[in-house]
Nanobody, 123 residues
Framework: QVQLVESGGGLVQAGGSLRISCAAS????????MGWFRQAPGKEREFVGV????????LYADSVNGRFIISRDNAKNTVYLQMKSLKPEDTAVYYC????????????????WGQGTQVTVSS
C-alpha cells in the first residue's frame, strides 16, 4: 500500500521560512517524480513544483520560483519543500504527489497523493 505522509506544516510570520517533508512508503521511491501542490481556501489546487526521480531537475511555478526549493533523499524515501520569504498568499494546504514517469505540472498526471499539511503565513 502506497503512503505519502506530509509533515512540518505550521504557522509562520511573513518573511519567514519553513521546510515541509513528505515521506513515502510502499513504492520504489527512486522511480518516481515527486510534485508539490497547494490549495488555498476557496481556490483550486495548484502546482508548486516538482523534482525528477534523481533530483537533478526541478520545475517551479512562477509564484514561488526563487523562494521555494525542492530536494529529495532517495535513501530516506523523502522529498522536501524548503520555503523562504513566505507571504500570506502562500497560506494553503500543501500536498505531495508521486508520478511514475517524467515530471509534470499537471495534477491529473500523478498516481499517488498525500493527505496534506497546513501552512499558514501571518502578515
Amino acid at each position: 500500500q502506497v503512503q505519502l505522509v506530509e509533515s512540518g506544516g505550521g504557522l509562520v510570520q511573513a518573511g519567514g521560512s519553513l521546510r515541509i517533508s513528505c515521506a513515502a512508503s510502499g513504492l520504489t521511491f527512486s522511480n518516481y517524480a515527486m510534485g508539490w501542490f497547494r490549495q488555498a481556501p476557496g481556490k483550486e489546487r495548484e502546482f508548486v513544483g516538482v523534482i525528477n526521480w534523481s533530483g537533478t531537475r526541478t520545475l517551479y511555478a512562477d509564484s514561488v520560483n526563487g523562494r521555494f526549493i525542492i530536494s529529495r533523499d532517495n535513501a530516506k524515501n523523502t522529498v522536501y519543500l524548503q520555503m523562504k520569504s513566505l507571504k500570506p498568499e502562500d497560506t494553503a494546504v500543501y500536498y505531495c504527489a508521486a508520478r511514475d514517469a517524467y515530471y509534470s505540472r499537471t495534477e491529473h498526471d500523478y498516481n499517488y497523493w498525500g493527505q496534506g499539511t497546513q501552512v499558514t503565513v501571518s502578515s
